[in-house]
């Protein structure tokens, strides 16, 4: 079993800021690559930022390049999604996500939050 634990979603004014975190727990071999994705009401959900654990490589959404920065802690197993300038339409429920291995066994996996809602509105 995989847990998440996500945190800091909640009403913001446009322009603002918000810092969403997210902890992993539970039967964790290893975890490849750590996310957030949202989705927006009548939309599909969409990538918002990925880091890989190793290395630190990051790719980011074009509408949130220079806004958003995504960061890890791996001796904790969380990583965060530090949110500026936000605008209305970033408003959306956000899913951490993560790619990993439960143990050196089993196959790499998807795995993704409950979700954590942001609202962007005056």
């Known amino acids: 079993q995989v847990q998440f634990v996500e945190s800091g979603g909640g009403l913001v004014q446009p322009g603002g800021s918000l810092r969403l975190s997210c902890a992993a727990s539970?039967?964790?071999?290893?975890?490849?690559?750590m996310g957030w994705y949202r989705q927006a009401p009548g939309k599909q959900r969409e990538l918002v930022a990925t880091?890989?654990?190793?290395?630190?490589?990051?790719n980011y959404a074009d509408s949130v390049k220079g806004r958003f920065t995504i960061s890890r802690d791996n001796a904790k197993n969380g990583w965060y999604l530090q949110m500026n300038s936000l605008k209305a339409e970033d408003t959306a429920v956000y899913y951490c996500y993560a790619n990993l291995a439960q143990s050196p066994w089993h196959p790499l996996g998807d795995y993704w939050g409950q979700g954590t809602q942001v609202t962007v509105s005056s």
């Open positions: 880091i890989e654990s190793s290395g630190g490589r990051t």
């Open positions: 539970g039967s964790i071999s290893r975890i490849y690559v």
